[in-house]
């Protein structure tokens, strides 16, 4: 007689089932991990207000907010353009204890000029450019956002934001 014992039939396929299960729970919890933290967003709009750039890496993890970087952050009284809570780019040209002045001549911070620029939506909104000139000292927790292209809905148009609308730093890729 042979005394040979033989594995189970079964043995093959269920090693490969727990596995398979061991894969994706390892890929989920890095997932979910990764996704918490990083991220990556790609502008779709026909007319960007930072042309330069379309497809960014999300940083989700924030220490501090620093000027003239490129910020995620969720919409709030931007109608007609966005709805509250749409995910948006802009530069922070201005934060707290800063001083933004908008003329005739473009946008200033703390008296350097940030741009140059034309307001190019007074006609879609119906409103004068002279409407626009102001000047506006930023309190705790204020920040100003801005594009780059002449047709930006930024805090020109809508007024300053405020820190805790900020979810991700965007790095841009291309």
């Known amino acids: 007689m ?12 269920i090693k490969m089932v727990w596995i398979a299960i061991l894969m994706l729970a390892i890929f989920h919890f ?4 990764l996704n918490k933290h ?3 967003s790609f502008d779709t709009q026909k007319q960007r207000c930072i042309p330069e750039y379309s497809f960014y890496f999300l940083n989700k993890q924030i220490k501090t907010i620093n000027k003239d970087s490129i910020y995620m952050f969720h919409a709030k009284n ?5 709805k509250d809570g749409q995910l948006i780019g802009k530069y922070v040209i201005a ?5 933004v002045d908008i003329n005739k001549n473009g946008i200033f911070v703390n008296g350097l000029k940030f741009r140059d620029r034309k307001f190019g939506l007074t006609k879609k909104l119906n409103i ?8 506006i000292q930023l309190r705790d927790n204020e920040i ?6 002449d047709n930006s809905f930024d805090s020109v148009y809508w007024g300053v934001g405020n820190t805790s609308q900020i ?3 965007a790095i841009p890729l291309w």
């Open 30 to 33: 890095t997932f979910s991990v």
């Open 167 to 169: 979810i991700a730093k």
């Open 95 to 99: 934060k707290s204890g800063d001083t």
């Open 38 to 40: 990083y991220g990556f």
């Open 128 to 135: 004068s450019e002279e409407s626009l000139y102001k000047t």
């Open 144 to 149: 100003f956002f801005a594009g780059t292209a």
């Open 2 to 13: 042979d005394d040979v014992k033989r594995p189970h039939v079964l043995l093959l396929p």
């Open 78 to 82: 931007m109608t007609p353009f966005f």
